[in-house]
């Protein structure tokens, strides 16, 4: 059984740096890729982020140099660094992993940015 777990997330200033962590309870190679999304309220989840087996990356426009997803085979584990971060980041994060035509997600963690 697939589950991913994140965390990291919290309350941070406009500006501020905060680190999301995604563990796998599988093998991560096992994925053709995995990624961040996020949802704010009342509305839809969107993509932040993809990493290939390879390493390729993918961002949302709105992230693009603020923004970096990377991976650590060995811990199981992806990461999204965030920087610069802004109210209009507040959101619920979702970590996801695809294999084939199966997509698996975590249970989210809540990213809010206030003064």
């Known amino acids: 059984q697939v589950q991913l777990v994140e965390s990291g997330g919290g309350l941070v200033q406009p500006g501020g740096s905060l680190r999301l962590s995604c563990a796998a309870s599988?093998?991560?190679?096992?994925?053709?890729?995995m990624g961040w999304y996020r949802q704010a309220p009342g509305k839809q989840r969107d993509l932040v982020a993809t990493i290939t087996t390879g390493g390729s990356t993918n961002y949302a426009d709105s992230v693009k140099g603020r923004f970096t997803i990377s991976r650590d085979n060995a811990k199981r584990t992806v990461y999204l660094e965030m920087n610069s971060l802004s109210p209009e980041d507040t959101a619920v994060y979702y970590c996801?992993?695809?294999?084939?035509?199966?997509?698996?997600w975590g249970q989210g963690t809540q990213v809010t940015v206030s003064s």
């Open positions: 996801n992993a695809k294999i084939f035509a199966n997509n698996y």
């Open positions: 599988v093998n991560i190679f096992s994925f053709n890729s």
